[in-house]
């Protein structure tokens, strides 16, 4: 039976792609769960003390998440407890991961001809010193041994925008920055990194307009302990059929920082083993699967076994 209204909203085991979800056993796991767009659930048996829901997102691999977002925000449907996504590889359990924090920076320069006698510094020229400016930027370093968040935080610019044929500079060039994030180094912080870069740019090599800076994205890092839920029940069910696994965070963001914002406790990845990941020879092993699928269904019983 459905319920309607945000008012009403459960919590339940949760899975998503080729995951399998669950959270922390408390008496929210206790309850049942009712169907809707765009999961499928099915009820429970007699002897579980909650419920299990599997979300296929066609839109993951562009980062955009929409068919987990549709989820999220639909005001029927139920709030996982905690959520398990199958991304691949058996030698880690992925409990947590680098947040990210993205903008688009866009200087500005005259415009002139490249063959005018008179001298030109183009917004390509401008953007490329920013660059510099970027790449050489002192972050914190990486963490000591047996810090609890262990990966350091890092800025990249992925794309460059600007410029068109030969005789012209251009009077406009944009870059995208990607900044990742950890708990000491929050988006705040990366904000505040890249403005203070475009300044020291627009101090440097003044242009007829301050350099802009456009946020887009801000995902929060997150990061579960071996013993709190859904990690634990994952870790136990590996140990149990003899794999040795080990508790990771990672440094590429994923669909876990975006759950993070909501509240809700992930493990962002184990599944059969890969090669050539995001590559064109991207490919996954088949022959494990019969022991991720034990791995994941030991875990959601524990869960829905647990008082």
Known sequence: MRRRGPSRRRRETSSEGSSAAGGRPTPSWRRRCSATSP????????????????LLDVDEHTGSFGGARAYLEDAEAVTPAGVMIGYPGMDDVVVGGRGLWRATLTVRAESGHSGSSRTVLG??????????????VVLPGSPEAGALFPLPPKVSVTAVHG?????????RCDLNVDVRTTPAFDARDAEALVRGVA????????????TRVTPLASWPPFQLQPHEQPAAAVLAAAASLGLSVRAKTAGPSNI?????????????GFGVPYAGLHGIDERASLAELPQVYTVYHQAVRALLDAP
Request: contains cysteine.
């Open 256 to 268: 876990g920082n975006l759950l993070a914002g909501q509240g809700i406790s992930c493990v962002s």
């Open 39 to 54: 999961k499928t659930c099915c009820r429970t048996p007699p002897d579980c003390a909650g419920g299990l829901a599997v």
């Open 123 to 136: 917004a390509v020229s401008r953007a490329a010193r920013l660059i510099q400016l970027l790449d050489t």
């Open 199 to 210: 300044a020291a740019l627009d101090a440097e090599l003044p242009g007829p307009a301050a």
């Open 163 to 171: 410029g068109e044929g030969f005789s012209v500079t251009a009077d």
